[in-house]
């Protein structure tokens, strides 16, 4: 998530506790952890699941306060290495897993602080996923709130203009929208979209089962979302190789690899990991897999490009009259010689 991410935010100096050591249980305390949390998602009417920069190492995308976080090696003065790019990244076990206990009917909602797409590109449905922090590939209409997910990263951060334009068209055939199109991405005094925030809020209170997934929890209010199903009664399993700010609220706590976790996870409930497939956008959970699966993420259209097919939209709108009044004018001409040249035509006007 940090690749390219992280240098383009301000500067902040409170960036949490950064670079703590990692703390791994034994394979056979693993095991058993995680027999008990696939009891506990057995149990569960309503899971929620909370993601951080975690879940995305292992497809080379560095977090931020691990050993070898971002901003851990920026406390060093160490440079960070990147092994990939965001659009080279592929979803991780972690995020598939995801994707498979949605399908099952066991994941109800799922809240993330990801800005890398991972879980869009996965084909997680969007309309089940809050992203909180927003998403490198998508863009949003400042006038009428219609989202684009692109196929490459949009490569301004802070909620700035991008450049292009929406071109939602407007019902009864008027002009299309034409708003700004602005980033997604929040910088650190830019307040959480409201949206997001709200569904996730209302999911976290609603929800019996919290489990947060590769996240620290440092980062406030996405980080204390946690903290609602645990006030409402319900239960929070953490799953974190370094301490979280919410541990000593925890039911339960696992300290291990979350795609391992997942892994072991997935095969006590019966469940394939899906297959990742190439990059898929599913809007709706409710949709079936003939629409959703593998459409194509539309190429993100320059100003230039918008300006160009307004002006040729415009020339043809302005072009169809005029021509549509000389034909008229042709055909009166054509009347009026048949009309001479018929005998029959001048009887009748005598």
Partial sequence: ????????????????????????????????????????????????????AGISTS??????????????????????????????????????????????????????????GLHVRSGFPRDMLSELHGNM???????????????????VMGLKPTGRYCDVVRSRGLRACRGKLIST????????????????????RRADLALTLGTSMQIKPSGD?????????????????????HDKHAHLRINGYVDEVMSQLMELLGLDVPKW????VCESSTATS???AHLKIPRAVTAKEEVKKEVKTERKRLATPQEDEGQVKEEIVLIKREKAESPTGVKEEK
């Fill in 185 to 204: 991405i929040l910088d650190w005094e830019d307040a959480l979209p409201h949206r997001d925030l709200t569904k996730a809020e209302d999911a976290s």
């Fill in 277 to 280: 497939e190439g990059p898929t």
């Fill in 225 to 245: 979302l946690p903290l609602l199903t645990k006030r409402k009664g319900g239960k929070l399993v953490i799953v974190n190789l370094q301490p979280t700010k």
């Fill in 290 to 292: 003939e629409s959703t």
């Fill in 1 to 52: 998530m940090s690749v390219n991410y992280a240098a383009g935010l301000s500067p902040y100096a409170d960036k949490g506790v950064c670079g703590l050591p990692e703390v791994f249980d034994s394979p056979e305390e693993l095991k058993e952890k995680v027999h008990t949390l696939a009891q506990l998602i057995k149990e569960s009417e309503y899971l929620v699941v909370h993601s951080g």
């Fill in 59 to 116: 497809t080379g995308i560095p977090d931020f306060r691990g050993p070898k976080g971002v901003w851990t090696l920026e406390e060093k003065g160490e440079t960070p290495h990147f092994e990939t790019t965001f659009e080279d990244a592929r979803p991780s076990l972690t995020h598939m897993a995801l994707l498979g206990l949605q399908k099952a009917g066991h994941l109800k909602y799922l809240s993330s602080q990801n800005v890398d």
């Fill in 137 to 155: 590939f998508v863009e949003d209409c400042e006038k009428c709130g219609r989202q684009y997910v692109r196929e490459k990263v949009i490569g």
